[in-house]
C-alpha cells in the first residue's frame, strides 16, 4: 500500500517540483530532526524548479498544494503499517492476523520510545512544513485571488489537521505554526501544553472556514470545504473535554522543563464548548445541502452499508479518495473469495450489537468466560434457526446468535453461514474459508469486516471499485453533540433527538425516556461503539474516556475456528481466546515522544512511564 502511494507521489514531485523537494523534507533539523527520504533528493537532468519558480506559477503551485495532501493518513487498511492506522487492530473491535502489523505490539505492550512504527511525529511534521512553505509563498502566485484564498484555506485546514493527528496519540505536542529555517534555535523547541494546542487548532478552524466553499465541485472531491473545518474543530473540543485531557490527575506532574504544566485542571466548560461547536457544524452542514445517508429503498442494512460505499455521499464531511485499494479489500475477503482474511472483529464486537428489538443481548460475562444474556432481548446463543430472516437479512440454517441482530451488524459483520457473493461463509475448520485452507493469514476469530467492503468486487477476476475513507461525517456530528451536551445539560431533548436520528436511519427503537446522566453516557459510548465500529474512532474513544485500562486489559475472544466440519458442528461455536492484551495505565494512553527526538532536543519531555 505504502508503496503504491508513495510511487504515485514520487511521480509528481519528479515532473514538477524536484528540486523544491529539499525544502519540503530538511524541516525541524537538529530540533524535530524528521529525516529526508532518498527519493526526495533525487533531481531529473531537465528540472531546475526552486521555490520562487513553484510560486510563480499556478500548476507548480496547485501541484505543491497536492503533495501537502498526500500526508493525510490514508486509514483504511489497518494492516498496513504504512497507512500510519494501527488503531483499529489495537482496539477491542479487530484482531488483525497479519503478523507484521504494529497492532500487535500496542496489543502485547511490547512497544518502546526507542522504537516503533509507523512514525507519525514524522509523517504529519513533514505535512506541516509543506503546509507552512504553502502559506508563505502563495501570495505571490498570479492567480485568480478567491481562488487562491481557497488554496490558502486549504492548507491553513490541513496544517491544523496534522496537529491534531500528532495531539491525538502523543497529547501536547510542539506547535509549528511557521516555516522553520535552519538559522533558528531548535533546542528552544518544546511541547505547549494540550489546551495550547487545542485552542490553535480549533482558531485555524475558525480562520480557514470563511476561505473555503461548504461544497466543491466532483473534480475536487477530497479537498477542504468549510464543513471540514467546523468537524475538525469540534472533535478536537470534544477530546479536550474528555477525561484523559481535561483535569486528568495521571499527568498533573508532566510539565517543561521550565516548569510550565502540560495539561490543566478541569473546567466544565470545555463541554459547553464542544457541544457549541458540534451544533454549529451540524446546523451549517444541513444548511448547505449536507444530511444523514440514506439508500434509495431506505431499507435499514442498506442505509447503513451503502453509506461507506457511495463515494461522497451527502453525509461526508471530508474524506480521501484512495482509488482502487485491492489491498483493502484482499484483507477483508475470506479465504475461498481470493482474500487473506485478516480483518477479524472480535467476539466482543459481535457481542455488542443489538437485537432488532433495541435489546441488547449479552449485558457482561462469568468467571468463566461465558455471556450473560439478557432475557428481554430474545437473543439464544445455542441452536440453529430453520428460516430465513425478513427481507434475508440472514439465510436459514445459521446459528441462532446469528439471528435478528440490529441491521447495522448484517451491514458490518461477515460471521459463518452468512451470504457473501453468492454463497455462505465457511468458516469452520474443514470449510471453504476454514483455517484447514489457509497459512500465516487466517480468520482467527470466526468473524470478517463487511462494512467499507464492496460486494461487486472479484478478486480472483481483478475487478475491484473505487474506495475512499471517511475522515469526518454528519453521523459522527450528531454523537459528538449528544456526547458533549449531555455532560454539559444531561439528557435533554436535543440529546435524545440527535441519538435517535441515528438509531432510527438503521431501524432501531427510541432510547427509553428518563435516563439519567450517567445512564445517557453510557447508551451514547455504547452508541459510538456500533455506529462509528471499524472508522478509527473506538481507540481514541476508550482513550479519551479513560476506560481503556479495562477494555484493553483483558482477553478477548471469538470462535473456535480449530474445529467444525459443517455449518451446524457444536464444536466451532464454542467461545474460545483469541489473545490475551496488556494495557499499562496510565503508560498506554499516550505514546511516546522517540527516543531519537529528544536524543536531538533534550527540551523535549517524555510522557508518563516511559
Known amino acids: 500500500m505504502e508503496k503504491m502511494i508513495y510511487s504515485s507521489y514520487a511521480t509528481v ?43 510563480s506559477e499556478r500548476r507548480y503551485a496547485e501541484a505543491f498544494l497536492t ?31 497479519f503478523l507484521g502489523a504494529y497492532s500487535h505490539l500496542l496489543n502485547s505492550g511490547a512497544w518502546s520510545a526507542d522504537y516503533y512504527w509507523p512514525d507519525i511525529w514524522g509523517y504529519m511534521y513533514e505535512g506541516i512544513r509543506k ?20 488554496w490558502k484555506g486549504e492548507a491553513i485546514f490541513l496544517r491544523a489537521y496534522y496537529h491534531f493527528m500528532m495531539a491525538r496519540i502523543h497529547g501536547p505536542i510542539p506547535l509549528a505554526d511557521h516555516t522553520f529555517t535552519l538559522e533558528e534555535d531548535y533546542s528552544k523547541i518544546k511541547r505547549a501544553p494540550i489546551d495550547q494546542v487545542i485552542a490553535f487548532i480549533a482558531a485555524e478552524c475558525d480562520r480557514a472556514a470563511p476561505m473555503l466553499d461548504y461544497q466543491v465541485t466532483a473534480d475536487k472531491f477530497g479537498r477542504a470545504t468549510r464543513v471540514a473545518c467546523l468537524a475538525l474543530k469540534a472533535q478536537a473540543l470534544l477530546y479536550m473535554a474528555s477525561p484523559l485531557w481535561n483535569g486528568n490527575p495521571d499527568y498533573a506532574g508532566l510539565k517543561n522543563k521550565d516548569g ?34 440514506r439508500a434509495p429503498d431506505n431499507d435499514p442494512v442498506n442505509n447503513y452499508q451503502q453509506l461507506f460505499l457511495a463515494r461522497n455521499n451527502k453525509e461526508v464531511l471530508f474524506a480521501r479518495n484512495l482509488a482502487v485499494n485491492s489491498h483493502f479489500e484482499r484483507c477483508a475477503n475470506p479465504v475461498g473469495y481470493g482474500g487473506f482474511s485478516i480483518f477479524c472483529p472480535t467476539q466482543e464486537l459481535v457481542d455488542a450489537y443489538e437485537m432488532a428489538n433495541g435489546e441488547r443481548p449479552i449485558t457482561g460475562y462469568n468467571s468463566n468466560g461465558t455471556p450473560i ?39 458490518s459483520i461477515n460471521y459463518n453461514g452468512a451470504i457473501w457473493k453468492g454463497r455462505g461463509i465457511q468458516f469452520w475448520f474443514t470449510g471453504l474459508d476454514g483455517r484447514q485452507r489457509t497459512g500465516s493469514d487466517y480468520c482467527v476469530s470466526g468473524y470478517l469486516q463487511k462494512k467499507y467492503v464492496n460486494p461487486t468486487s472479484n478478486i480472483p477476476g481483478n475487478i475491484f471499485s473505487l474506495n475512499t475513507f471517511i475522515y469526518f461525517r454528519l453521523g459522527e456530528l450528531y454523537l459528538n453533540y449528544a456526547e458533549a451536551l449531555n455532560e454539559a445539560d444531561g439528557p435533554v431533548n436535543d440529546v435524545y433527538k440527535y441519538v435517535n436520528a441515528i438509531r432510527d436511519r438503521s431501524g432501531l427503537p427510541g432510547l427509553p425516556q428518563g435516563l439519567t446522566k450517567e445512564a445517557m453516557r453510557e447508551r451514547i459510548r455504547h452508541e459510538r461503539q456500533i455506529e462509528l465500529a471499524f472508522e478509527a474512532h473506538r481507540y481514541f474513544d476508550t482513550h479519551r474516556w479513560k476506560t481503556a485500562a479495562e477494555v484493553d486489559n ?42 531519537a527526538e529528544i536524543n536531538k532536543n533534550p527540551n523535549l519531555v517524555q510522557n508518563v512511564g516511559w
Request: contains cysteine; hydrophobic residues 35%.
Open 13 to 55: 514531485k519528479q515532473k514538477l517540483i524536484k528540486k523544491l523537494v529539499w525544502f519540503t523534507c530538511c524541516f525541524f533539523l537538529l530540533g524535530l530532526g524528521i529525516a529526508c527520504k532518498k527519493d526526495y533528493l533525487k533531481k531529473a537532468p531537465d528540472e531546475d524548479l526552486n521555490i520562487d519558480k513553484v510560486f
Open 67 to 97: 503533495s501537502a495532501y498526500a500526508n493525510l493518513p490514508t486509514m483504511a487498511n489497518a494492516a498496513d503499517d504504512a497507512t500510519r492506522n494501527p488503531f483499529t487492530g489495537a482496539s477491542d473491535e479487530m484482531e488483525i492476523t
Open 131 to 150: 503546509t507552512n512553505l504553502f502559506i508563505d509563498n502563495v501570495d505571490k502566485v498570479p492567480m485568480d485571488e478567491k481562488e487562491k484564498m481557497n
Open 373 to 411: 444474556v439478557n432475557p428481554a432481548s430474545g437473543y439464544q446463543e445455542t441452536g440453529h434457526t430453520a428460516t430465513a430472516g425478513p427481507k434475508n437479512y440472514y439465510p436459514a440454517g445459521i446459528r441462532n446468535m446469528y439471528v435478528n441482530r440490529e441491521p447495522r451488524f448484517y451491514a
Open 260 to 293: 510550565e504544566s502540560l495539561f490543566p485542571q478541569f473546567n466544565a466548560e470545555r463541554w459547553r464548548n464542544a457541544a457549541n461547536a458540534a451544533r454549529a457544524c451540524i446546523d451549517q452542514s444541513e444548511a448547505n445541502g449536507y444530511g444523514l445517508f
Open 554 to 595: 483483558k482477553e478477548i475472544h471469538g470462535m473456535n475456528i480449530g474445529a467444525g466440519t459443517s455449518l451446524t458442528d457444536e464444536n466451532y461455536y464454542k467461545r474460545v481466546v483469541i489473545e490475551k492484551r496488556v494495557f499499562v495505565a496510565p503508560k498506554h494512553y499516550l505514546w511516546p515522544i522517540q527516543q
